[in-house]
């Protein structure tokens, strides 16, 4: 099969599997969702790996450090802040019982 | 020795390639229970990690040194920025930094489209690559300028504002940058001398159509633009994979794309406005219809203190919380969960209204309260809290405005007409707690606050509450 076809095909599936999973995260969690979705878009940062090794002169070189650098910027804070936010839904689960105990 | 080569080889790469994006599918499928959700974007950023690995061992691409360093500069130097800004960002700037990490990702997509066809400049490429790179590339750019002006919007550098050209003039010039942009791609497809000179333009047109189009498109409507560039980012991303040909960025940015596609759409729905009206702009600077009706609504405000506020709420069954961005922007999170913590000391039931856009981005309220340790079930969507209103004793609003305009269920005439509201009208006591009289982020007067059985709390958010929870202890 011809790989434009392949990759067509991945990309279509891709967005189905996407738009499922999506759909079932419940509107509490969308803040965390559009951050953590938004750092997984650093993955265009494997392009600029990808051409580094190709680009010649310094420009091409200049541009391709940059984009680097924003797709790192895109996924390790992406990464992190979605952990941080997630991290204060998680931790509220045990002073929930707490109060409940207090308020009887 | 033969393991390194056995990691060099494409097939463990493409299997690695897999790994990774099973993995950030399966981590999001934990996105959808809190409880779940740490793990899951762990598990994502894991599958990115991977990824990246097995692209830095394809063999035989990295061995020269400068690659290598140049590699480590732009990590180093992507890591300094992005570390510190995600660990010290309050909870309240959180729309401003997800802006900001979606433009970066959309200048990325740009950048690496512009390398492309400087590099493969007079060379035979295909011309498919070529068609989902220019995809790319204004996709990107536009992602670029459009979430740098929308945070400019959010952090208060640029005015909130909507800001265009007058009449139809920024409808022509935008369709018309559009028109340039897509002109310039067909030629660069069609082949041309001067590839590096049109990829140029390219971006450069596809920039200032980003900047175009945000830039009128007012502060409330910010939820929908952030979604919206977010969608777009990965959309670039998908279609600068299938330009090499690189499966994990097909799968990545399709996850993206639709999850932006799903968020913009529920907010535009939540604002009863299209994407399409709502790209347009410019709504929020029409204030010359709403004082119409302001006058119509007679124009008495009963001003209230943090007494009155606390005695009120003290006897009261049931006290429902309205938080929009007003509580964001005075960080008043976290006095509101005391207030909530005193009152329900006395015996008072809290609830929080959530309202889908209430605030910048989706879901910035749950975000906030979060942080201050509100518990889950106390959080209310609009849907399941609309009809308790009226067995509701007190409404709080705090820095809400819009969410709560019954101008949008009574006033056919108003722009905000036929936008599900949080009916806080329904209750028996309303107070709101406001800077001033100046109205919302969307420029509309609110009838509510001209309503018998509304009371204004004016000053600081924050300040206010800690206020009246000092009064309710004290009583």
């Not at chain 1, 392949?6 to 965390?32: E, M, Q, R």
């Not at chain 2, 506020?309 to 509101?336: D, E, F, K």
Request: aromatic content about 6%; proline content about 5%; hydrophobic content about 50%.
């Amino acid at each position: 099969m011809d790989p434009l076809v392949i990759d067509i095909a991945v990309l279509v599936l891709a967005g189905f599997v996407g738009y499922t999973v999506i759909s079932k995260v419940p509107n509490t969690l969308h803040t965390p969702l559009m951050s953590g979705t938004n750092a997984i878009h650093g993955i265009v940062v494997l392009g600029g790996l990808l051409l580094m090794a190709e680009s010649s002169g310094v420009l091409e070189k200049v541009l391709l450090v940059i984009a680097v650098a924003f797709g790192t910027i895109n996924v390790i804070g992406g990464f992190l802040v979605t952990d941080r936010m997630l991290e204060m839904f998680k931790a509220k689960d045990p002073p929930k019982a707490e109060d409940e105990e207090q308020g009887a | 020795m033969i393991a390194t080569v056995f990691l060099q080889t494409t097939n463990f790469i493409d299997a690695a390639y897999i790994v990774a994006f099973g993995l950030m599918i399966y981590g999001m499928t934990g996105l959808t229970g809190p409880r779940t959700a740490v793990r899951g974007n762990k598990i994502a950023a894991t599958g990115m990690a991977i990824a990246v690995i097995a692209t830095l061992l394809r063999k035989g691409e990295f061995h020269g040194s400068s690659t290598v360093w140049l590699i480590i500069l732009g990590v180093a130097i992507g890591t300094a920025i992005g570390v510190p800004a995600a660990r010290r960002v309050h909870m309240t700037a959180m729309p401003q930094m997800v802006a900001l990490f979606n433009g970066v990702g959309g200048g990325a997509v740009a950048l690496i489209a512009w390398v492309e066809f400087r590099h493969h400049f007079g060379a035979d490429w295909p011309l498919r690559s070529e068609i989902f790179e220019l995809f790319g590339a204004i996709v990107g750019s536009i992602s670029f300028w459009g979430s740098n002006i929308a945070f400019g919007k959010l952090q208060g550098i640029i005015p909130g504002r909507p800001i265009k050209l007058p009449g139809a003039a920024q409808s022509i010039l935008n369709l018309g940058l559009f028109l340039v942009t897509v002109a310039a791609a067909i030629v660069l497809c069609a082949g041309t001398h001067s590839q590096a000179l049109f990829i140029l333009g390219i971006l450069v047109a596809a920039g200032i159509l980003g900047n175009m189009v945000v830039l009128p498109i007012g502060g409330a409507d910010m939820p929908v633009v952030i979604s919206l560039l977010n969608a777009f980012t990965g959309l670039s991303a998908a279609a600068t994979g299938v330009a090499l040909s690189n499966p994990v960025m097909i799968v990545a940015g399709m996850i993206v794309g639709a999850s932006g596609t799903i968020l913009t759409n529920l907010m535009a729905k939540a604002m009863n406005r299209s994407v399409p009206a709502i790209v347009a702009g410019g709504f929020g600077g029409e204030v010359a219809a709403p004082v119409g009706a302001a006058g119509e609504t007679g124009g008495t405000v009963r001003s209230t203190s943090a007494q009155d506020v606390a005695i009120q709420l003290s006897y009261a069954r049931l006290v429902v919380i309205a938080p929009g961005y007003g509580m964001a922007v005075a960080q008043a999170q976290h006095a509101v969960r005391e207030l909530e913590r005193a009152l329900e000391a006395k015996g008072v039931e809290v609830k929080y209204a959530i309202h889908p856009v209430a605030g910048r981005m989706p879901g910035h309220m749950n975000v906030l309260l979060a942080e201050a340790d509100v518990p889950y079930d106390l959080l209310r969507e609009m849907d399941d809290i609309n009809p308790e209103f009226s067995r509701t004793d007190v409404v709080l609003v705090i820095g809400a405005n819009d969410v709560t305009n019954p101008a949008a269920k009574n006033e056919p005439g108003s722009p905000i007409y036929g936008m599900p509201i949080l009916e806080v009208d329904h209750a028996k006591a309303v107070i709101v707690l406001k800077r001033s009289m100046a109205s919302g982020f969307a420029g509309i007067d609110n009838p509510l606050f001209y309503e018998e059985k509304t009371s204004m709390l004016f000053g600081d958010a924050k300040a206010s509450v800690s206020e009246v929870t000092a009064e309710v202890q004290a009583l």
